[in-house]
């Protein structure tokens, strides 16, 4: 089992930034990659970011050249710099974690954190 703890939400102006963090607990070892999704209303859940333990890094498209993953594997957190935020950048961001299933050591499991909300004004 794995669980995620986030924080870091919050109101920003465009123009800001806002850092996330995502501390993992429980059975670290058995995660391979962790990364950000976030839902704004009426909308569905997309990949912001996502890093591997090799720190192979992927970003959607919308965030690329603004937002920053990166991963510090000793304190098994994950952090998502936000700069240059817009309005649209508005939504519920949620940590993700996929960890090997430790049941059967033959498939990955997801892993998601409480969310936190991420509010730009224009």
């Known amino acids: 089992q794995v669980q995620l703890v986030e924080s870091g939400g919050g109101l920003v102006q465009a123009g800001g930034s806002l850092r996330l963090s995502c501390a993992a607990s429980g059975s670290t070892f058995s995660i391979n990659a962790m990364g950000w999704y976030r839902q704004a209303p009426q909308k569905q859940r997309e990949l912001v970011a996502r890093?591997?333990?090799?720190?192979?890094?992927k970003y959607a498209d919308s965030v690329k050249g603004r937002f920053t993953i990166s991963r510090d594997n000793a304190e098994n957190t994950v952090y998502l710099q936000m700069n240059s935020l817009k309005p649209e950048d508005t939504a519920v961001y949620y940590c993700?974690?996929?960890?090997?299933?430790?049941?059967?050591?033959?498939?990955?499991?997801?892993?998601w954190g409480q969310g936190t909300q991420v509010t730009v004004s224009s």
């Open positions: 993700n974690a996929v960890a090997l299933t430790i049941a059967t050591l033959d498939g990955m499991d997801d892993y």
């Open positions: 890093i591997t333990n090799g720190g192979s890094t």
